[in-house]
């Protein structure tokens, strides 16, 4: 600990037999000091369950003592590879669905190939298609990013495709568009699931006979340019719907990259948290001057709706709010709190067509009507007790998913015991308001509606999301 405070390292090995400190504890306080470093924990016997232990405190590759010289080295050049793999590719952080977006970003880079990153605002999706060209051919060529969903559908494929003088009124004089900018470079054209149909089929000649139209043109243009996409749509389901041409969607999606959102990469958070600190102190006089574990431990919990960019704002806010002191635990509660309050109000998206929401909404409502009249006519008719209520539980340690019968209880509500189902599920879940309402088996609004009644909203924000 001495010499983490006087030098950087690239990789920490422990023996797990150390007496003075558990090996839990030390890899714990080494993170905390260097979140950035590899560790490497030898352990006697081969033990999945103690593996998984260490790997979940932090530690990165387990080892069995005494080790192998090969392997051992092995396990180190992985390490270091990966971290070369990350740098290289400008992207912060060390979890393994963060490795293999590298991975295949390298892979993908040399080529022309058009590629089609997915996943939820904020994950840092341009900075993943700013990688792919940094590492490919067209390095030294330029790369245009267009955000597809900021233009106004009557300009935007005069914004990406240029038009000629006197095309539409305004047009004074002949444009060069997006595409045109980056010619023997690279586009990148984000949330392409608003393209309508009529952009859609320019892009299609664009990918297929690499050439294009300027608007009010009459002649080809060539062009050499290669295309990377991204969408925090699901593509696939606005092809089903035919919202989305599916010989578009499959030249898009020559190579697919999807992005998690932050909540699934829980390793990356403290380094993500450090990165941004330092690179904010660097651009302001007024300094943050670290966080407290307390706050690093909550903000590793909050299940980031907003992903990367929701962090950066947050400790954007903390270099003006919290200047020259460390970010403490009440900081961090009170934006969680604020954050609660905020997404309560907001639709939730559940990538199903308006239609197909309704008829689900509709049918769930029959169902829970139904069972309430059932129970109601039951009380009111003296036939005893309430029917039995089902719940999922555990089965020893590991979750079976199976659903057992639990008699009502006369000392029971049937509130009571709706909430404590809820409960038992949510805790299951680690919080997650979508895998909670699948279990229960009803839509995720109607479990918004019952954790407001029955004040379990907090449930869903205070659990730490375990690494896959």
Avoid at 52 to 80: M, N, Q, T, W, Y
Avoid at 416 to 428: G, P, S
Wanted: net charge neutral.
């Amino acid at each position: 600990m001495k010499k983490l405070k006087e030098d950087r390292f690239d990789v920490a090995i422990i023996d797990n037999r150390i007496e003075d400190l558990s090996c839990d504890l030390l890899i714990k306080k080494i993170l905390t000091k260097d979140p950035y470093l590899d560790i490497l924990v030898g352990i006697e016997v081969k033990d999945k369950d103690r593996e998984k232990e260490f790997l979940d405190c932090g530690a990165d590759e387990v080892f069995e003592l005494p080790f192998r010289s090969e392997e051992f080295h092995l396990k180190i050049k992985k390490l270091l590879k990966e971290k070369s793999f990350l740098e290289s590719c400008g992207l912060v952080g060390k979890s393994t669905e963060l490795v293999r977006i590298a991975e295949s970003a390298l892979q993908v880079a040399p080529t022309s190939i058009t590629v089609l990153i997915t996943g939820e605002s904020g994950t840092g999706k341009e900075l993943i298609a700013r990688a792919i060209h940094k590492n490919s051919e067209r390095k030294d060529k330029p790369f245009v990013a267009a955000n597809v969903g900021a233009l106004a559908e009557g300009v935007l494929e005069s914004e990406l495709f240029g038009h000629e003088k006197g095309a539409f009124t305004g047009a004074v004089s002949r444009r060069q568009g997006l595409f045109e900018t980056a010619h023997t470079g690279t586009i990148f054209l984000d949330e392409i699931a608003e393209f309508k149909p009529a952009t859609q089929v320019k892009l299609l000649r664009v990918l297929e006979e690499k050439s294009f139209m300027r608007v009010g043109g009459t002649s080809d243009i060539k062009l050499d340019v290669r295309v990377i996409a991204a969408t925090n749509q699901n593509l696939e389901q606005k092809v089903r719907e035919g919202t989305f041409r599916s010989d578009l969607y499959f030249r898009l999606a020559v190579v697919k990259i999807d992005v998690p959102p932050l909540r699934e990469r829980v390793k990356d958070i403290p380094i993500l948290v450090r990165n941004f600190i330092e690179k904010l102190n660097q651009e302001s006089p007024r300094k943050i001057l670290g966080i407290t574990d307390e706050a690093l431990e909550l903000l590793i919990r909050y299940h980031w709706p907003g992903n990367v960019r929701e962090m950066r704002n947050f400790l954007e806010s903390m270099q003006v709010l919290a200047p020259d002191r460390k970010i403490g635990a009440s900081e961090v509660r009170e934006y969680i709190e604020k954050q609660m309050q905020y997404n309560r109000q907001l639709p939730v998206i559940t990538g199903k067509s308006v239609e197909t929401a309704e008829h689900e909404l509709i049918y769930q409502a029959i169902l829970s009507l139904r069972s309430e009249i059932i129970n109601l006519r039951k009380a009111m008719l003296g036939q005893g007790e309430l029917k039995p209520e089902y719940r999922v539980e555990p089965e020893g340690s590991t979750w079976s998913g199976q659903i057992k019968e639990v008699e009502a209880s006369n000392n029971f509500s049937i509130d009571e015991m709706e909430k404590d189902l809820i409960e038992r599920t949510l805790r299951y879940t680690r919080g997650n308001r979508k895998k909670a309402a699948k279990l229960l088996g009803i839509g995720e609004r109607t479990l918004y509606r019952k954790l407001d009644k029955y004040n379990l909203t907090e449930l869903t924000f205070w659990f730490k999301v375990p690494s896959p």
